[in-house]
């Protein structure tokens, strides 16, 4: 048990504990699984380190974020991402960390990651109409960052040409 007193949360975070049958509660909810300054949520492990910049208002910061600034020698702005490789969030390790400049940077790594594993080709993109991968050369870009194949885009426009039709003659073809 720590030194710290009876009505605050013995994990060391010092959050105020309440009474309950005339006892204090000893941790605060999801505190009693802290160890060593760790705690582990469903996605991060997270570090209690309540100077550092980027802490969160309960004084953690996520374990990836550390060992990256501890790779480079610097804090991170809060404008870098970083991005596991192998996907797996808990994996911190230095080799499956990438330090990305923003979050368009960081999502263009997982759209080649799912591209490559899809087909084996990084450059090439998905239809978000029959959902079929292909070089971006035989699509249209559609509202910057969606492609479409140009016939799954001219059948969508029909579709919704004859939806409009439909509309102003009252359901009648």
């Not at 969606?146 to 426009?157: D, G, I, L, M, S």
Request: aromatic residues 8%; charged residues 30%.
């Amino acid at each position: 048990m720590s030194d710290t007193p009876l009505g605050f949360c013995q994990c060391g975070c010092r959050g105020k504990t309440n009474i309950r049958n005339n006892h204090f509660n000893l941790f605060l909810r999801g505190h009693n699984s802290r160890r060593d300054g760790k705690t582990r949520n469903h996605n991060q492990v997270r570090i209690w380190c309540p100077n550092h910049p980027r802490s969160s208002s309960d004084g953690y910061v996520p374990e990836h974020i550390l060992i990256a600034e501890k790779a480079l020698g610097k804090y991170l702005t809060r404008k870098h991402e970083v991005h596991h490789h192998n996907r797996d969030s808990f994996d911190n390790s230095n080799l499956n960390l990438v330090i990305c400049e923003d979050r368009k940077y960081h999502r263009l790594l997982h759209v080649r990651t799912r591209a490559s594993e899809a087909c084996c080709n990084v450059n090439w993109r998905i239809c978000d109409m029959c959902h079929e991968y292909d070089d971006p050369n035989n699509m249209m870009n559609y509202k910057n960052s969606t492609y479409r194949h140009w016939p799954c885009h001219a059948r969508k426009q029909k579709e919704r040409r004859d939806k409009i039709r439909l509309s102003r003659t009252g359901g009648e073809k």
